[in-house]
């Protein structure tokens, strides 16, 4: 039962800071926001909604479906469940799960990220943790130490990983740009794609096996690990 | 005590500790010096270079909007030197408005380690700053030509309040910025 709740209509912003905890924001059909007795709603100046936490501890927040979300803890994992609009979430320590988002801002320090789906553009950043996208319309995506994998990706791609593998399943709508210091580059391409690939590896020749063309750039380099570019 | 107001910036290389393992101690040195040299190239008079600190630098600046502007410029700068040069520029860069304490030629204080905690949360080639700083932009300078994009309240290692912080670039369309 929630403890307490706001109206809300349209795509209301909700926002959610903490310093100890971890937050669940779970978007589903309903028109309020509703939290549980470890916090209070209310709303501020500027029309949006904020969640006042009493007690560290965990705390669950419930929101109408396309809501905008804004969280960040300090320590503790961030799940956000069920469709959400523009999502912003940073923790310094704990791992970051989207579940639906319109788009997504998502930074850990030191922990792991997965956004399932996401419309628009999905910029992840971490540290320190792998990093896992599933249908995104456009990828950032910023690794320290750890692998980063992108299922399928429409648009444009810039991914930087500092120490990693890098898979990227793309359909080649958009600009594709990979870079590593130390971690093979695979891309995947449609069937048929014919990508203008400028690939450059120190350890080590670049495979391309899809047919030299313009339909799409991609440009990969690793200062150590190999590199693939290959049809799906 | 000698207290100053001002802008701080921390400026960090990504994956500096990789890059000096893969290519050695001499692409490192080159990729150290080709860092400072671009910023000093576009430090305003009335920056300056406050330290080095390992892979990064401390600066500070007397105007918000010259802070901003000299950070938004060093990035195109390390951008093209990157594809010029190969070096991977991986710069990220924090900025904060607020009191500085002299300690020698050193700056310390609560707003200077703020300043280096944004950074932190910046990433490569990006440029992130506070609340603190976007108001004094906005009470100094037209921001119209920025695109200010909030990344939310941010709980920062050692800092007991979150501070609001934003990714800033320039943008294609003027923007809208909603500050309350």
Redo the contacts between chains.
């Keep these: 039962m929630p403890h307490d709740a706001i109206p809300a209509s349209g795509r209301p912003e909700v926002r959610i800071a903490t310093g100890s905890g971890s937050i669940t924001v779970v978007g589903e059909a309903r028109d309020d926001v509703a939290v549980d007795d470890r916090a209070h709603v209310e709303h501020r100046p500027d029309g949006s909604i904020e969640v006042v936490l009493k007690k560290s501890g965990s705390v669950t927040v419930r929101c109408p479906e396309g809501a905008d979300v804004v969280v960040g803890t300090r320590s503790g994992s961030l799940q956000l469940k069920g469709r959400l609009g523009a999502v912003k979430a940073t923790t310094m320590s704990g791992k970051i799960d989207v579940e639906d988002a319109a788009s997504a801002d998502v930074r850990a320090m030191s922990g792991s990220i997965t956004v399932e789906s996401c419309v628009g553009a999905c910029r992840v950043k971490t540290k320190s943790g792998s990093a896992h996208v599933g249908s995104v319309g456009a990828a950032e995506i910023t690794i320290g130490s750890g692998s980063v994998g992108v299922d399928h990706v429409e648009g444009s791609v810039l991914v930087r990983a500092i120490s990693g593998s890098v898979t990227v399943d793309a359909e080649g709508q958009g600009p594709i740009e990979v870079e590593t210091m130390s971690g093979g580059i695979t891309i995947t391409l449609p069937e048929g794609c014919r990508p203008e690939v400028r690939a450059k590896s120190l350890s080590g020749r670049p495979r391309v096996e899809c047919p030299p063309g313009h339909d799409c750039v991609v440009k990969v380099k690793t200062l150590s690990g190999g590199i693939t570019v290959r049809p799906r | 005590m000698n207290v100053l107001t001002g802008a701080v910036a921390f400026t960090d290389i990504?994956?500096f500790t990789?890059?000096t393992?893969?290519?050695g101690d001499a692409d490192a040195l080159t990729l150290l010096t080709t860092q400072e040299r671009l910023v000093r190239a576009c430090l305003p008079e009335d920056a300056r270079v406050v330290k080095e600190l390992g892979d990064g630098l401390l600066l500070w600046f007397a105007e918000a909007d010259a802070a901003l502007a000299t950070t938004l410029d060093m990035q195109d700068a390390f951008r093209a030197e990157a594809t010029a040069t190969?070096l991977?520029l991986?710069v990220r860069i924090g900025l904060h408005w607020g009191q500085q304490t002299r300690r020698g030629d050193d700056l310390i204080g609560h707003d200077v380690n703020i300043a280096s905690r944004v950074a932190?949360?910046a990433?490569?080639a990006e440029v992130v700053i506070t609340d603190a700083l976007l108001a004094q932009l906005m009470s100094t300078a037209d921001v119209a030509d920025l695109e200010v994009?909030?990344?939310?309240?941010?709980?920062?290692?050692g800092l007991?309040d979150?501070v609001r912080l934003f990714?800033v670039a320039r943008a294609e369309e003027p923007a809208q910025v909603?500050l309350?």
């Design positions: 990504c994956g990789e890059f393992a893969v290519r190969e991977p991986w932190d949360v990433g490569p994009d909030e990344l939310g309240p941010v709980v920062m290692r007991p979150p990714r909603n309350s």
